[in-house]
């Protein structure tokens, strides 16, 4: 009899890692349908990828492959990390499926809002670094190639580079939902975030800086849309803030808004 409450407190435990692996084998698996549908198209995937800077070499130029095995392992990379950035709604799903019983109702209703256009506005800073910052760019790094150089990239090391810049775009897209949360939270209110605007404005330039060519037209391309994503996380904080402010303070959660007891 002295282990049946051991058993009891150990099967919550056990259920919760069944369903983490679960869905971490979900996420595995559609990864891997995606790339294995994508990889046919490698090559043409690579293509697309690098017609930004090939439109921007010298007549005669090319890229180059450095490595031997490079021709086959660089797109065989981007294909993989292709299927990777496609398969994130279902990743995302998945998370917010494990995540879900534990959160309160009105939790659940701002929830799948941040989740979607968290998505959204990841792809969409995917999407403004491949067809706005890329051609300005790498146009002007052709432009300040010294003269007696040939500009030929290698294969490898341009896959690297913008990589680094679909995610650094990316993830600077996700401000407005970053605003959102520590407004809603309560980690910093409204009037604050309105007062440091200033701060706010510099740091978006200094981002800009970092990772655009060093022109102010570039740094501008990448610091004001940074900034007005900025403004419309805090406009939507407040407006969400006010909102609860006016609503009045419920008494007492309801059974089924309760989250599920914490594993011990």
């Known amino acids: 009899m002295s282990k049946l409450p051991d058993a009891d407190q150990e099967m919550p435990l056990v259920s919760h890692l069944t369903e983490l692996r679960t869905r971490l084998l979900r996420c595995v698996v559609i990864i891997f349908v995606i790339f294995a549908g ?79 256009s968290s998505i959204f506005l990841f792809y969409a800073g995917m999407a403004f670094a ?44 996700e401000i407005p939902i970053a605003t959102f949360l520590v407004i809603w939270v309560g980690l910093v209110d409204v009037a604050t975030l309105r007062k440091s605007r200033p701060y706010v404005i510099v740091g978006c330039f200094v981002v800009g800086m970092v990772l655009t060519p060093p022109d102010v037209f570039s740094q501008t ?19 969400v803030k006010r909102k609860r402010d006016e609503e009045p303070a419920e008494e007492e959660a309801k059974p089924e808004d309760q989250p599920p007891a914490p594993l011990s």
């Open 130 to 173: 491949y067809f706005v910052v890329f051609p300005i760019m790498f146009g002007f790094f052709a432009s300040v190639t010294p003269q007696g150089v040939a500009m030929m990239t290698d294969i490898g090391q341009y896959l690297d580079f913008v990589l680094t810049l679909f995610f650094a775009f990316g993830v600077a897209f």
């Open 38 to 116: 994508l990889f046919y198209f490698a090559q043409d995937i690579y293509a697309l990828v690098a017609a930004p800077l090939r439109a921007y070499l010298p007549e005669g130029a090319t890229m180059i492959a450095t490595g031997v095995a490079s021709p086959f392992l660089t797109p065989f990379k981007l294909t993989l990390m292709c299927a990777l950035f496609l398969g994130m709604p279902v990743i995302l799903h998945q998370a917010w499926g494990f995540i879900a019983p534990g959160l309160y109702t009105h939790e659940r209703r701002i929830a799948v809002p941040l989740l979607i």
């Open 221 to 239: 391309l990448l610091a004001v849309p940074m900034w007005l994503l900025f403004e419309s996380g805090l406009l939507a904080g407040a407006l």
